[in-house]
């Protein structure tokens, strides 16, 4: 894989690169102002959990809405932002091809961005939404549908204007990305909002909504950055490239089964829940075939990882992965959800996926990409691993505290002995962890900020001698 | 993966059949529009809750102030878990006990206990005062209060019928009472209306 992609030759590659500024950049601009928004509120219902009367006297900050407002800006927000300025990236780069009529992605940009601040505005008045990660409201459903199709058309037609023949596993996972969201919203926008199905079905709607979200789209996105990234980086191949395609094709058949496990216990036939159960097993062959590929690869390499920024991030994602890996198999199993259930646990499980696997791989692909595109390196070139070791101490402060203490919480709580009021107090402390975490998670995601900013500076500052200049063209009537 | 078609075919039957054989499937085993809401059980007639009027405006506030962030609304089976112990309920929750629901909110994390019965457990004055201020019921809670949930107002002659009793620093002064805006009579009546106490033939409550 790498011998062929780093074949291509570097004129064209910098010039697809080049093409695909603009959207890179309005969309990872949106990411990061959306990214800061939700470090705030990410704190903000952190610290409610544990602090129940903080700012609590006005109705549109209650803890429901401030999570549920915390989760669009981050999933929604930063998380698909971003997701769509890497996909377009990688997806131009692997298929050797310009984006073309990249305005109407803009246009899509602004739209997502409008509907999405229309949704939280929405939440914030309470148009919330029930259902874990459905909570925007259901009128911003088709705008936010809308501008992802666009996203993902646009995607698939750069695949199929391709100039090399190769089909890379990065390739795979970005086009099964871009075929399932589109999907997913509308399957989940109809048989929820528009002609809701009746009873708990909803529910299973639901569940199967967000475990698809989380593998089959940020998974997708996440593995296929991994893919690209780590042999480009190494200069190697990856140790069981031969394979990938088995862990593609369980990834694909078996993951987007896993939602119904989460049910467990609830109202609902047995055949349903063993259905993600054994989905979740089958995932065992991806997560062992991605790891070796990943993780044993570098494991290999582990020399070089050292200083180098973007392979700090891309290895942190590919342990994550595994991590989580084991956390999917090990939760889907009714003796363990039997006590992990309704915990904390399944936060930390969801911050790993989420943050752990996509986010951090999310970082390493914009710290690899953007002076690629813009020609220039990183100003503060120090901040890149200082983001790294901010945002590896955030994740543990987070993942682990909220791991035991989500267990013992279940624990407790399965014990009728203990009192509820007893089971309250001791989960507080194990939330204050994720409240800390919360703090330094928003140092690195401010470091980032800083490092976007000076690199954009020279261009802002060019963009305007730009501008001044064709004024005084023009007073001279001299055209440019 | 050879070509864009095989991935396209691989894709499309992978989340094609998960969405049929679950959710279309799903809604035909389920088959909740079939099933009856009133029917009779062991001679006793039994009406599936509906929430309607006020209780059903209840549940609109209830989900639009997000208390679904911590509070579950479903029975776990005995055995499983903890919930018969701590008297969460008396019977697992089914598919039925949900038929009539806009939108089913059976939530996924317990900060705070199982509220599928709770209407069994408490009084309607004993609501108001938990959603005024949870710490002066339980001496350790995570439960915020609701003050946006309640108006100070100056009265004359008696109080209102629905005025919080309160002691200490909370008491208003002279003349003064707090008193539930119609959103906390409306929460209060739909949290009243959550309580399973029938029997249903697949689900029959345990003494």
Redesign the interface.
Known sequence: MSSMESNLTLSGTAAIDRSNKAPFLVYLFSALKWLFFASIFGYLASWKTHNPEFLNSWSFLTVGRVQAVYTAAFVYGFGCNIAFAVSLWLIARLSGTEIRFRLVLIIAAVFWNLALTVGVVGIFMGDLNAFEFLELPSYVGLPLFLSSLIVCVWGIACFKNRSYSEFYASQWFLLAAFLIFPWIQIVAQIMLFVNPVPGVVQALVASWFASNLIWLWFGSIAVAGLYYLIPKLLGTNLLAYGIARRAFLVFVLAGTWMGAARLVGGPFPAWMITSGIVASLLMIIFFVITGINFFGTLWQNRSQIVGNGVLLFASFASLALLISGVGVVLLSLRGVAEVSQFTILLDAHRFLIFYGVFSMTMFSVVYYALPKILGREWPMDFLVSSHFWIAFIGIVMLVVPLTIGGWKQGVAMNDAAVPFSEVVRFSSYWMVARSMAWIFLTMGHLALILNVIGILRPEVETCIEDLTRTETDAVGGVES | ????GS??I??????T???Y???VE??K??N??E?DTSLQVNGDDVTIIGHEGLAGRGQKVY????????H?Q?V??PG???DF???WGSR????????L?????????????DLSNVGSRHEAAWFFAHLNN?SDL???????????LFEKREFSGSPSANALVLEGNDTPAEGFEIVPTDDAVALVAYLLSLNLDYDLPESKRIK
Do not use: H
């Open positions: 993966m050879k070509s864009f991935l396209f691989v894709v499309f039957v992978g989340i059949a998960s969405w054989f679950l959710l799903g809604v085993s389920l909740p529009s099933l989900r639009e102030l997000g208390c679904v962030a911590c579950t479903q776990r089976r499983y878990g903890g112990a701590r008297e697992q929750s089914v598919a039925r006990d949900y038929v629901q806009d939108q089913v909110i059976l939530g996924s994390k317990r900060l705070g206990p949870p339980s001496e350790v809670t995570n439960m915020p209060s609701y003050p946006f």
